[in-house]
């Protein structure tokens, strides 16, 4: 096998042999086989992910045993949901019966954390749990997890069962999400900081691609797309267009643009809850936002600039100082959501924007060399 592969839209490399499987294993069938030795337990064994390391683990126990299977729903693409479901349960019934659970892959353990629960309402005799690959960097539950063939990082991981939509189970080795070295920026500026003037030097010289929200709209209504024709029914009724449907618009502008080094997104997200939306679409590229860029310029300076704009760009809301105002009020009233957000994840850097474009360019780029070191 290649140390490299593609699946659906994203690379994958090689990172543990198949012989580096196999003798994770062989470990824990020793361990099993040295606590089960007077036991007839019933192998549990997680579907789909599990399947290849329960029929290679059950190989090597040399005692009586029998076999169960479950299903349950966590995963969809690459993001792990918090809810998880159960697609089909164990049979027949494990009441009195010592139990080995058998998983691919333990990392938050909510998976773990319901099958227990199904253990425990079946009144089974004992469980254990036998995984894998085991994430303790992701891990947040307090069960044991008795048998780990091995610990991994916190990696999107395919083969040997586990899969990325579908593909990559039968891979023997193991390998993951190939690291991207796009550079992605949420750009953000109060009403007269220069962010339009900004992104259109940034763009060229760090070659990204400028998605601003407000002419992604307008192109998308003007065009009558499917996502413009739904976007103009929630404005033609004075509602809020939905998430969803601004992040599918912003998703076809990535699509579009496959081969990118980057995007600087302006104008979106605005609230937290478009914030995560938009790490799940980079997520899903095998990227993620890099950091948020605020140019930072005091309210009388911002004033002043807009109401001199307003001499000559022949817009309403560049002549009322009010109006000006109050726009720079709804910004900070956004930004400040934002700021936290980011600032948790150390992807906030305030910029000053006050000067020259060419003294702000090189101060934004001193920003932007750091992020991408």
Known sequence: MENTVTLHDLTFEKCISKTEVQHAINGVAVRLNDDFRDKRPVFLTVL?????????????FDCECEMSFIKVASYEGMQQSDEISTVMGAEPSLKGRDVIVVEDIVDSGNTIETIISILEQEEVASYRIATLFYKPEAYTK??????????????????????????????????????SKMTNL??????????????????????????????????????????????????????????SVTIDMLEAEVEKNVDAQGFIFDGFPR??????????LLAS?????SGMVALEVEDEVLVQRLLERGKTSGRADDADEDVIRNRIKVYYAETAILKGFYEKQNKYHGVNGVGSVSEITERLSNVIDTIKA
């Not at 789909?48 to 090597?60: E, Q, R, T, V, Y």
């Open 142 to 179: 307090p069960y044991t997890i008795d048998y780990i063939g091995l610990e991994i990082p916190n990696d999107f991981v395919v083969g040997y069962g586990l899969d990325y939509n579908g593909l990559g189970r039968n891979f023997t080795s193991i390998y993951k999400l190939k690291e």
């Open 285 to 289: 590229k095998g990227t993620e936002v």
């Open 48 to 60: 789909n992910g599990a399947f290849l390391f329960s029929a290679d683990l059950i190989k090597k």
């Open 271 to 280: 609230t937290e809850a478009q914030a995560n939306a938009l790490a799940k």
């Open 186 to 243: 949420v750009l953000f500026g109060p009403p007269g900081a220069g962010k339009g003037t900004q992104a259109e030097v940034l763009k060229e010289k760090y070659n990204l691609v400028h998605i601003s929200t407000g002419d992604v709209f307008r192109y998308n209504i003007k065009n009558a797309t499917a996502l413009g024709t739904q976007a103009k029914a929630y404005i033609d009724k004075g509602q809020l267009v939905p998430d």
